[in-house]
Each structure stands twice: as C-alpha cells, then as structure tokens.
C-alpha cells in the first residue's frame, strides 16, 4: 500500500507495507539522531523492529514486557502486551513519530500495514512534597510533580466523580507539550470552556513548555500589572476551586497548575483558612489584605506627610522625627528609592543563590547595610523602618505573582506621592480601582464581587463566613449549578 507523506515540507510516496521504507522514513524524521534504538526481532516468522529512544523509554519494560514474550511464544497476541493499555494502540507512520518522542515504543512488522505502538515511556518525576511557596498548618501537605499523569491522578483521587472531564492539547511546533484541561462538566460555565478551547486552538508557537508560556498567550490584558490567573502547587486548593467551577491547565514538565477565571480575591485566600476555625481563617485573611495596602501605599504616605503634611504628626513624635531626617542630604524620594532598590537586590540574591546561603544572605546583608547606610547619614532610622515593614507587609500576601505586583506599584507610587503628596496617592487608588474594575478573567469581571456587587459573594472575598452560609458558588463564573449546600446543618432540627 503506498501513500503520500510529508517530510521537510515536502510531498514523496512510501510503501507502507515495506519494513525498510517505514524504517527510512522514521530514522529520517528522527533526523538520525543517536539516541534513536532499532532492535530487529522475528515475528510470527516475519522480519520486524522495535523502535524507541532511550533516554525517554523504559528499557526494562522494553525487555520484559515486549521483548520476552515475543521471543518465547511466536504466536504470542500483540494486544496481550499489557503497555498496549491505551486508547491508541495502532498508530499511523506519522502518529508514530510523535509516539517516540512521548516515550512509547513502536514495532513495525514487514507486510503488516499495522503499527503497534506501547506505553513504555521513563517515570521521570519525583516523590511528592510539600510545596515551599504554599506552606500550611492544617489539611493535606501534598504537592504537584513534574509528570502529567500523575498530577491528574492527585485530582482524580480528590474528586471521584464521573462528572470530571480531562481535555489534551499540544502546544509547541518543536516540543509538542502536553497540557491537559481539567474542569467539572455539571458545573462548569460550558460557554468559559468553549472560550478556552478556541483560545488553545489558536495559539502557534515554538515553545510552550511552562505555565507561564501559555499565561501569556491565553490571557485578556497581558499588559496588566496584576496577575489574572493563579498559580498553585497544592492539587487541595486545585480541587477547591474546580468545585466552585472554575478551570484548571495542567502541563507535562511544571509542578504548577494555573487557575482560570479569577478574582482579585481569590489571590488572598489560602487553604488555612477553611481548615482553621471561622475567626481565625477570617482574621488571617483580613490581614493578609490590610498587609496588601501596607506594602502598597506605606512608603508612599511616609514621602507624603514628610514633604506636604507634616502636620498631621504627633507633636510627641514630631521632634523625633526631625531629628531623624534633619541631617539627611536626599528627599524623601530619594532615600525611599535607596532602600527600596537594596531590598530587591537583597531579595534577589536570596532567591538565585543555594538556599544555606541565600538565607545568610538575606539577614546578614539586611542588617549590614541597614546599619551602614543609617551611620553614614544617606537614610533615617524612620526610613528604614518604613521599607523594612513594607517588605514585611508583602511576605504577607499569600500569592506570589499578586506580591510581585505590590512591587512594582510601589514605585510610581512613591513618585507621585513626591510630587502631589496625598493627591497622588488618592489618584494613584483612582487609577487602579478602575484599572481594577475594567479588567476580566476569560470574560469574566476581575473584581468581583464588589464591582459588580454580590453581596453572596462577599461572603467569602475579604473576611470568610461560616461553611454552612456558603451555599451558593460564586455568580461571576455563570456555573450551571450554583447550590452547593444543601441543610448542612439539618441535625439542629433533629435535636430541637
């Protein structure tokens, strides 16, 4: 049987019941490469290969599993071959490349129009931990790995429903990355998976092989300061918000799962506070917001009230706070911009250097500099203070991507603060509760639920209400069943 295959671009035909045309055209693809096996062996007293790339096949499944009963029982079914356990077990000779370069093995027999194809791929990750970016008290301590398959296991063993839908893509003209979508079909807005799927279809790139790569492909305001999907590690908090009906992307390779749409909200909420106690879950998180303020506007406010509204000091703190300033050849702008520019390079230091040293950097350096730079007169004391509580205040927030933006925005913050004093800053707060406002996630409102307001919504947004007055999922996603509870707490009627 011949047919027309493409390689390079261009059109030829090829046998494909011919062993050494099929071999020529793989080892062509391959492009020859020296990791590419070729182990003939007899079958059913007809020539074949095994094809496989050993840096990412298992060769002891190879030998055990397809090799030795090949060998021992000529009549041996190639069906019976447990790696042949998958949806496709006979692929085309194009099908077969892409095979090889997942891990699988495939066997081509001379005359045979079939290609076997078997799951043989290395278990390259490894044993599960617990997140660093995602320490809790309380609930589970299991974290992501680098395998696909085994993160969507984690899932799968939370929700063992039959309602829960894996959807594949791959992404990437040169590395064929896998990603799987994974939502809950009776809950799930069908019109959000739709408009995830269309924006998958459309992307063409090179390269796609970590979150962050698809982040900006699939993303509504790429240019935005503010983080519109969430990052986790914990496949928990996963899970929690695939039950509220929102969409999760997994991706062969990256121990992190992305979490689409969002609010800003969902950035202050941490598994901590639904396994801790109402009070304390609500106090922890209205700190983690109040944190978000403090880290934003601290600095700024101090430029303020330094050089427009000094007034407002305490006259018990004002003498202090001369004296601490008085000597000090920069404006407040300018020292603000010293400490603010040495904590980064502090912080940056800490995180691209091995751990041991990276934690002597961090203190060492900040209490070295800190002292040095306040002897030699080039900042206050008050100064100091300020940056260090601000940095503080953004350790707080429980999402990194969301801290990175506090970063950021601290700066022309502190400029305007300079020049306008408390004006800037309530126009800075202007511009960026409307940039707020105006922004989506998948199409759906950013800051919800207070633009637009639901009061359900609030509920669980700033402060978190007891689990049994969260009976509604949230209204911005549109999910097909918003009820969630129902009577939790129906044993109260029995015992009255």
């Known amino acids: 049987m011949k047919k027309h295959l493409f390689k390079n671009e261009q059109s030829f035909e090829i046998d494909e019941s011919s062993l050494e045309s099929r071999m020529d055209f793989i080892k062509d ?31 002891e499944k190879i030998q055990e599993g397809i090799l030795f009963p090949l060998i021992k029982y000529q009549d041996f079914d190639l069906n019976d071959i447990p790696f042949t356990a998958e949806n496709n077990s006979r692929v085309t000779l194009k099908e077969a490349v892409n095979a090889l370069l997942q891990g699988k093995s495939i066997f081509i027999v001379d ?9 043989t791929a290395k278990d390259l990750s490894r044993s599960p931990i617990e997140p660093d970016n995602e320490k809790t008290v309380r609930g589970s301590h299991l974290g992501y790995v680098e395998n696909l398959t085994t993160n969507i296991g984690y899932i799968r063993r939370g929700i063992g429903s039959r309602h829960l839908h894996i959807r594949y893509f791959q ?37 796609a092989f970590s979150p962050g790569y698809l982040e900006e492909l699939i993303e509504d305001s790429p240019l ?19 039950m509220e009906g929102r969409i999760a992307l997994l991706t062969e390779g990256s121990s992190d799962a992305i979490i689409l749409p969002v609010s800003f909200f969902s950035f ?23 944190s978000f303020f403090l880290a934003l506007l601290l ?15 305490p006259s018990d703190i004002l003498v202090v706070v001369k004296n601490s300033v008085d000597n000090i050849p920069y404006p407040p702008l300018i020292e603000a911009m010293i400490m603010a520019f040495t904590i980064e390079l502090i912080r940056e230091a800490g995180i691209r250097l091995p751990t041991p040293i990276g934690q002597t950097i961090g203190i060492v350096g900040g209490l070295i500099i800190g002292d040095a730079i306040i002897s ?45 004093g408390f004006v800037g800053i309530i126009f800075s707060l202007m511009f960026i509760i409307g940039h707020l406002c105006k922004l989506e996630s998948l199409g759906t409102p950013y800051f919800s639920p207070v633009a637009p307001f639901d ?18 999922r949230p209204r911005d996603l549109l999910v097909k069943n918003r009820r969630r509870l129902y009577r939790p707490r129906r044993w109260e009627e029995n015992e009255e």
């Open 111 to 119: 005359g045979w129009d079939d290609i076997f194809s078997f799951n």
């Open 29 to 59: 693809s391959m492009g020859n490469t020296e990791d590419l096996f070729m182990l003939p062996i007899s079958y059913r007293d007809r020539k074949g290969t095994i094809f496989y790339l050993s840096t990412i096949a298992d060769s």
């Open 299 to 313: 600095p700024g406010l101090y430029i303020a009230i330094i050089g427009f509204h000094f007034e407002i000091i």
């Open 376 to 420: 030699a007169g080039l900042v206050s004391n008050i100064m100091v203070i300020v940056v260090a509580m601000t940095t503080i205040s953004s350790f707080t927030i429980a999402s990194y991507e969301l801290s990175n933006t506090v970063r950021i925005l601290t700066f022309p913050i502190m400029v305007l603060a300079a020049s306008f």
């Open 455 to 472: 009061v359900q919504g609030m509920k669980d947004a700033i402060v978190r209400f007891p689990i049994w007055l969260l009976k509604f």
């Open 224 to 242: 935005s300061p503010f983080p519109h999907i969430l990052y986790t590690e914990r496949p928990d908090r996963t899970i929690a918000h695939l």
């Open 268 to 290: 202050f909420q941490s598994p901590d506070d639904y396994n801790s106690r109402i009070i304390t879950g609500s106090v922890f998180r209205l700190l983690r917001v109040v």
């Open 171 to 207: 992404n990437g003209k040169y590395t064929n990355t896998l990603t799987a979508m994974v939502y809950i079909d009776r809950i799930a807005n069908p019109n959000l998976v739709e408009k995830l799927v269309n924006r998958f279809q459309t992307i063409t790139t090179d390269m």
